[in-house]
């Protein structure tokens, strides 16, 4: 169903739109398998090979969701784009923002996606009840947190914490996981909407993964509308800051939404 929902959205797209797919998989490394984010398709607008493409997309048994997240600035939006290629640059991600596995961290891929200046756009698919439900009893059949979800756990919510702090799965009781768990989803929420806010984006829940096609279908709509405003800054300095801008409209109705980039990095040189 997901492989179907994203041909639908790369079908909505307007002629000569190009696209990316970066997915999951599972990788054996050292004789130990573990989830590694995957490059499938480089920027194409070829519509056969996104489709082949989407055939290959597997499952992986982790998610490094922010790794996969700064492969796309850093191999798929590396370059500047070229003069025949001058529309907007959007992340569309299905997701439930949950990362399990990743090497890089929050701020650092938030950083990067100012930087590069890419509308953010989130299908959140809510996992929650699932996982809890396979979360609880034996540790060792049960549906269990990674060793970087439980540190992670406790550098943003128990820094200062006195407790002694388990460095594994099986030393959390199902009270305590219960409550690691709700506080890493809320983390996934408070997140995925920073950076849809920041960009320009926005998050778009669905409550199973077949309303999954409905949003993608939005979010198509949605980049093919979108304004693009420009304009020469009175600050000519090159200093390689993040500078904050604000978009207001006149003369329309009272209630009227705008949803537009909070800002944008200057050049360094």
Known sequence: ?????????????????RVSIVAFKTEIKD???????????????????????????????????????LKIVENVFKDPPR????????????????????????????EALEKAGIICYFIKVNTREYFEQNLLGDCEVAIRFSAAQIRR?????????????AADFC??????????????????DTEMNLLAKASGGKVFPVGDLSEARVAFKSVADEIGTKYSLGY?????KHDGTYRKIKVAVKGLPAGTLIRAREGYTAPAR
């Open 83 to 110: 003069s025949e290629f001058r529309g907007r640059r959007a992340l569309v991600a299905l997701t439930d923002g949950v990362d399990s596995t990743s090497a890089s961290d929050f701020d650092e891929i938030k």
């Open 1 to 17: 169903m997901i492989q179907r929902s994203a041909q639908n959205f790369i079908n909505a797209l307007r002629p000569g739109d």
């Open 153 to 165: 756990y406790y550098k943003k919510f128990s820094p200062n914490s006195k407790i002694e702090k």
């Open 31 to 69: 004789k130990r398998a573990g989830p590694v984010s995957e490059l499938v398709s480089g920027l194409t607008d070829d519509r056969a090979a996104l489709r082949s493409a989407l055939e290959r997309v597997n499952t992986s048994n982790g998610t490094p969701y922010y790794d996969g997240i």
């Open 232 to 236: 020469y800054s009175s600050n000519e």
């Open 171 to 188: 030393q959390l009781g199902d009270f305590e996981r219960l409550a690691v768990s709700k506080k890493l989803y809320e983390l996934a």
